[in-house]
């Protein structure tokens, strides 16, 4: 009677400083825990005192364990039992418990009543075996029928979101504008389906479990603390963080749709622009892909930037040195592709090159197959791919035959050396005429010859023939070149080279046999 007279002259007053949690149990097993101080009594004094209340009260025969209730006394809550205070529960254990003094100590009341009620009914321990067993079998079959039960709901819940697929989940539009596909909305439906079942099966299970523990006094302890920690990490810290978290939450789904509906608007303008439904003056046709790309990561970029502060974690230190980390990583090894990127955008506006143009870049000839901001893909003659970093593609000189093709054409040129013995009209005149048997070779503009030089043995001749297919310009030349040899050898003209000439001894001349 002392310690409940210490325990009810206290009033609800909590140390600034709350020491560890100090548990309160009976015959081991736990029954709760004690944080606050209560004036100067502590947290550890407080639980002993407690039990040693419980310990006189499981052994006095006259005490009758259906008494135990909770009394609010307006600032703080008492557990009595008749005339006999067990314990007092005050505002500073009901904060760090995160509910009301009087919930908290009607849960305390219920508990301690439960447990000396075990605690008596041991001498009954074959009778209430079996009631156990038995209560442990009727819960195992409500679970079961729970389970066939949700089972047969969700089963009939995807069976109608399949029937109602096309007639009432359609995709929602803005005028022409498809904004979400009924493919994505469909599968979003049965995803919140499928997750609430997982959720739903899991609660069962757990309140299963906590319920079958609770049967058998061997385990109900551990039934109160499996349901005391639950209860306990979700009113304190799962509930308390996803209520702060809400507004953070709220900002990153306004960027999430705001950005996505953003891009999908973008796609949209890019397609109009692409079929030529609109037009932009001045700008090209092929600027709009890359520049569609361009906006587009700069939108995630930006979108990224904003909501990185708002990210869970964002504030703790490990993840700002992650953050941090990734960054020193990012600018070391990128300096390359951003030097690519930046090349690529220069070489997309200025236009030097489109796809399948035949172009020459340093010493690569081939159609362009491939344009990126990174890299360029070229197709050479004999098949080969190859990448070239658009880095490398600006610093090289680039010649674009394919461009070259406009009015009048391409001029593809070749030279021959003819000795002075060959009249020079005679000469162009034959350059000329195997030009004119070569096909894929313009007549108009006609073809000419130059003297590009009169050298020491023999002089000369450059022939300068138009084409308008520069894809074809291995197969023109090679063309050209027995055309020209067929021409001459007809003509009974020998074609000369230095090497040859400086090496004549009197031997025949080089003109093949018929």
């Not at 009914?121 to 209560?135: D, G, I, K, N, P």
């Not at 609770?214 to 810290?237: G, I, K, Y």
């Not at 001029?411 to 020079?424: A, C, S």
């Amino acid at each position: 009677m002392m310690i409940s007279q210490a325990l009810a002259a206290t009033d609800a007053v909590v140390s600034g400083d709350a020491p560890r949690a100090e548990e309160v149990s009976l015959e081991g097993k736990r029954l709760f825990s004690i944080e606050a101080n209560l004036g100067p009594i502590t947290a550890k004094e407080r639980a002993a005192n407690i039990e040693a209340i419980l310990e006189r009260a499981r052994n006095d025969e006259d005490f009758v364990t259906g008494l135990i209730q909770a009394v609010d006394q307006g600032n703080h809550s008492d557990v009595v039992s008749g005339n006999t205070k067990i314990m007092t529960v005050t505002e500073g254990d009901a904060n760090l418990a995160g509910t009301t003094h009087q919930y908290l100590a009607g849960r305390y009341a219920d508990r301690i009543r439960d447990t000396l009620s075990v605690d008596r009914s041991r001498e009954h321990a074959s009778e209430s075996l079996f009631t156990s067993l038995q209560q442990s079998g009727i819960a195992t079959g409500v679970l079961v029928v729970l389970l066939i039960v949700l089972q047969f709901v969700t089963g009939r819940i995807r069976k109608t979101l399949r029937a109602w697929r096309g007639k009432y989940i359609r995709s929602i539009r803005l005028q022409e504008v498809e904004l979400l596909k009924e493919e994505t909305l469909y599968a979003v439906l049965m995803g919140i389906v499928k997750i609430s079942k997982l959720v739903a099966v899991w609660f069962l299970i757990f309140t299963y479990a906590v319920t079958i523990l609770a049967f058998f006094p061997q385990t109900e302890h551990l039934s109160m603390r499996l349901r005391d920690s639950v209860f306990h990490t979700a009113s304190n810290v799962i509930v308390p963080s996803v209520i702060g978290y809400a507004p953070n939450l709220c900002f990153l789904l306004i960027i999430l749709f705001g950005t996505r509906y953003f891009l999908k608007f973008i796609s949209f303008i890019t397609v109009q622009m692409a079929n030529g439904t609109l037009k932009l003056p001045g700008f090209e046709q092929e600027w709009v892909s890359p520049t569609s790309n361009i906006v587009k990561f700069g939108v995630i970029v930006f979108a990224t930037m904003l909501a990185f502060p708002y990210l869970p974690g964002s504030d703790s230190p490990a993840f700002q040195q992650v953050a941090i980390f990734l960054g020193v990583l990012v600018s070391l090894g990128s300096s390359g592709a951003v030097s690519n990127i930046i090349a690529g955008i220069f070489l997309t506006y200025t236009g030097a090159f489109r796809m399948n143009d035949r172009v020459r870049i340093a010493d690569t000839v081939g159609d362009v197959i491939y344009i990126s901001l990174l890299a360029t893909r070229i197709k050479t003659i004999k098949q080969e791919v190859i990448t070239v970093p658009n880095g490398l593609v600006l610093g090289s000189h680039i010649v674009n035959y394919s461009s070259s093709c406009t009015d009048p054409g391409l001029i593809l040129h070749t030279e021959v050396t003819l000795g002075y013995d060959v009249p020079w009209r005679k000469a162009e005149a034959l350059l000329k005429e195997a030009a004119s048997l070569t096909e894929l070779i313009s007549e108009t503009p006609e073809p000419f010859v130059l003297q590009t030089s009169l050298n020491d043995h023999h002089v000369a001749y450059q022939l300068n023939a138009y084409t308008t297919e520069p894809g074809k310009m291995a197969l023109i030349y090679s063309d050209l070149h027995r055309n020209i040899q067929d021409v001459f050898r007809e003509a009974k003209i020998e074609i000369l080279s230095p090497e040859y000439r400086a090496m004549r001894d009197g031997n025949a001349s080089t003109i093949p046999e018929e």
